[in-house]
């Protein structure tokens, strides 16, 4: 913990800005060097966010949803206004280069926006002459969202808009690694909504815990590893917390003999390699059929000796750096790891020597007990793995503890489509990847979740059912006698 002058980022809690005594370094993944300082939140700070947020939310849950729809609609319009300098900062803090920032905050911006596009509906499970009953879906009330540092806006407005527009308040805390982008724009949206209906907090290893244990808190919403959802959800289980936990995986694609490999190549290559393959659904494992095997992998080889990786701040790199040190030394004793086992690495291009980066490398046809192919790598590390039979691939890409998405390319839709049906997975996509939309589900398969975010089903994930009876006759009247509780 850095005790430093003040930073210029604060924290917003009961709609304000709210100083912190400590702070915390944030480092560039790029040089490796500390370029700003974050809040370092107290128990006490998390203490008086948890309660302003429940002072709003007696009130924000009574307020016709239109107006918190138009609420979100106002912040989205201040983030796309602010979209440069958000992203100017992001790079600096994320590593990824700029047009691919900018075009996450813009994201952030219409996904919130979208989301107010959805209804929260009010069903009707019964309507006879003498009742009517209704299920609402009322707000749990104080969510805590945690988020990782990969996608650190969208994956913070995936928390934000449902949960604020559903009725509840929030307490979001960013990753230590990626503090900064999400507390500016907190600061540049508190106003939006009444004072503690949005607080955003900034700490260290400690903080996250602290909140899952909050007994203020109704609800968990987590995104990152497995390891880590499989602690929240031990510490929810205390107080029966709601949670719903976006975790790791390690998808599977699986590329049919009859695809016309020029035409693929570059898919493929984006879909394991995008945002320096620090992805939760980026290709991890890639099947490829062994009669277009060679060619495929010496394509991709092309492809990743041809791409420019670098600084994120600088023109023309595609890819940055790992985003933080810990992941950087994770990826390479995972190539060490491959190294001391004699696997085949087929390297890409030079990479800077300062930094966290590793060069974009395929891993040639690895066994598939191999540390690289059980294990998430979330950094450029591909195993190409060769297949003949479909029931044999299916199994194999099956026979992981993750199931969050995969893929399937051919020529052939309908194959392609009935091999998607076989794999376990939340999500899978034909001759495309890396696709979401506000208004479909995310959901891991596994131990790649619990719950799911986005479209209606991720929306009322923040809302409970609450069924209510109407009897059509004057009280005193006998009631239904059918159905009667027990
Ligand atoms: P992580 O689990 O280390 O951290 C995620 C967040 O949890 C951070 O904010 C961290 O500070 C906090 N945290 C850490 N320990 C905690 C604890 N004991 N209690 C509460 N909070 C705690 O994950 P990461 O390294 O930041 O992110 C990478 C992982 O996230 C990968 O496994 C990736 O696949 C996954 N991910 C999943 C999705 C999805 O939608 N399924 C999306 C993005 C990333």
Redesign the pocket.
């Known amino acids: 913990m850095a005790n430093v002058a003040a930073t210029s980022f604060t924290m917003t809690i009961d709609g304000a800005a709210a100083p912190t005594a400590a702070s915390l370094p944030v480092r560039n993944p790029a040089t490796g060097e500390v370029f700003a300082e974050a809040p370092d939140a107290t128990a006490d700070d998390l203490d008086r966010a948890v309660a302003a947020a429940t002072r709003a939310f007696a009130t924000w849950k009574n307020v016709p949803i239109a107006e918190r729809k138009a609420a979100l609609i106002s912040a989205a319009g201040i983030i796309e206004a602010h979209a440069d300098e958000l992203a100017a900062l992001f790079v600096k803090e994320q590593g990824r280069p700029y047009p691919g920032a900018k075009g996450e905050v813009l994201g952030g911006a219409m996904w919130m926006k979208a989301t107010t596009m959805l209804d929260i509906p009010i069903d009707v499970t019964e309507e006879t002459d003498t009742r009517r009953i209704e299920v609402h879906h009322v707000p749990l009330g104080v969510v805590c969202g945690?988020?990782?540092?990969?996608?650190p806006v969208l994956?913070a407005v995936w928390k934000i808009a449902p949960a604020i527009m559903a009725g509840n308040t929030l307490v979001l805390?960013?990753?230590?690694?990626t503090p900064l982008t999400t507390l500016r724009i907190a600061e540049l949206i508190r106003d939006c909504f009444p004072a503690g209906v949005l607080n955003v907090i900034a700490g260290g290893?400690a903080?996250?815990?602290l909140?899952?244990a909050h007994k203020g808190f109704a609800k968990i919403s987590?995104?990152?590893?497995?390891?880590?959802?499989r602690?929240?959800m031990e510490?929810a289980a205390k107080d029966l917390k709601r949670i719903t936990l976006?975790?790791?995986?390690n998808d599977a694609a699986i590329v049919l003999p009859d695809v016309d490999v020029d035409t693929v190549a570059e898919q493929l290559f984006e879909g394991a390699f995008h945002n320096t393959a620090q992805?939760?659904?980026a290709t991890k494992r890639l099947f490829i059929h062994a009669d277009i095997y060679d060619q495929v992998r010496d394509r991709l080889h092309e492809l990743a000796k041809a791409t420019p990786v670098g600084d994120g701040a600088e023109q023309g790199n595609r890819y940055g750096p790992i985003q933080n040190e810990a992941?950087y030394r994770r990826v390479l004793g995972l190539l060490d790891d491959a190294r001391a086992n004699g696997l085949t690495l087929l390297e890409g291009g030079d990479v800077p020597q300062r930094g966290y980066f590793v060069p974009l490398t395929l891993v040639d046809n690895p066994p598939d007990d191999s540390r690289v192919v059980v294990e998430?790598a979330?950094g450029p590390v591909l195993p190409l793995l060769k297949w003949t039979d479909v029931d044999d691939v299916v199994a194999r890409a099956n026979d992981t503890e993750y199931g969050?998405a995969g893929a399937v390319w051919s020529a052939n839709i309908e194959k392609a489509t009935e091999i998607a049906h076989r794999l376990d997975t939340g999500t899978v996509w034909i001759n495309q990847n890396l696709q979401s939309t506000p208004f479909t589900p995310?959901a891991?398969a596994k131990q790649?979740?619990f719950g799911q975010?986005n479209g209606l089903a991720g929306l009322l994930e923040f809302t409970r059912p609450k069924s209510i009876f109407i009897p059509k006759q004057p009280a005193g009247t006998a009631p239904e006698a059918a159905g009667a509780a027990s």
């Open positions: 945690i988020v990782p540092w990969n996608f994956l805390k960013p990753s230590p690694f290893d903080l996250g815990p909140m899952t987590f995104t990152g590893s497995t390891a880590t959802g602690r929240v510490s976006e975790l790791g995986g992805v939760c659904v992941q998430e979330f969050l995310l891991g790649s979740g975010e």
